[in-house]
């Protein structure tokens, strides 16, 4: 969970998580959801250099756009993660539009970043677009997983209890069949 706290840098995060990703072994494919909202602002003609360590395209992902088309009030909260109110306008670095303390959508920005680093762009539109891209097989991988056999023991000491407590049919007494017919 992170906490807003006047400076959202969207972009150094997403820089910092694609340097994680290609640290490790499994060099999995990145998911990141934003509102793209950069605080301070950014200029809108203004790129964020690549971290040194890293090229467009070398780490692979989504950046999901999340949130409305209609800027919303975005909450404050304390260390303990509780909402104590929401920001207002003096009490964030502004930009042209006098809207850096709400929060909505910025595809614009996003769409960009995604260019610059090679990644694929999707807006949250619903459950289904976060669902369809986390399916995209494009970014599919096979790989093996260690598999339990705790059920073996378990399955063997039901075989044995189901045979220990089995019906005795030799024990039960015979009708003859003309009895049975009477």
Request: net charge neutral; glycine share 8%.
């Amino acid at each position: 969970r992170m906490r807003w706290s006047n400076a959202s840098e969207i972009t150094k995060g997403v820089y910092w998580a694609m340097r994680a990703a290609k640290q490790l072994e499994s060099r999995p494919n990145v998911m990141f959801i934003s509102d793209g909202q950069e605080a301070p602002p950014l200029d809108p003609d203004f790129r964020l250099p690549l971290f040194e360590d890293l090229e467009p395209g070398e780490v692979q992902g989504w950046l999901i756009g999340a949130g409305g088309e209609v800027p919303r009030p975005i909450p404050k909260s304390n260390e303990e993660g509780e909402t104590i109110g929401y920001w207002r306008s003096w009490e964030v670095i502004q930009q042209h539009g006098h809207r850096e303390h709400l929060s909505g959508v910025r595809e614009t920005h996003l769409r960009a970043l995604a260019k610059q680093i090679g990644f694929d762009y999707r807006r949250m539109s619903d459950a289904n677009a976060l669902l369809d891209a986390m399916r995209d097989p494009r970014f599919a991988r096979q790989a093996s997983a260690a598999g339990s056999s705790f059920w073996l023991p378990a399955l063997l000491a039901l075989g044995l209890l189901a045979f220990c407590f089995r019906p005795d049919v030799r024990s039960r007494p015979r009708t003859p069949v003309a009895a049975r017919e009477a």
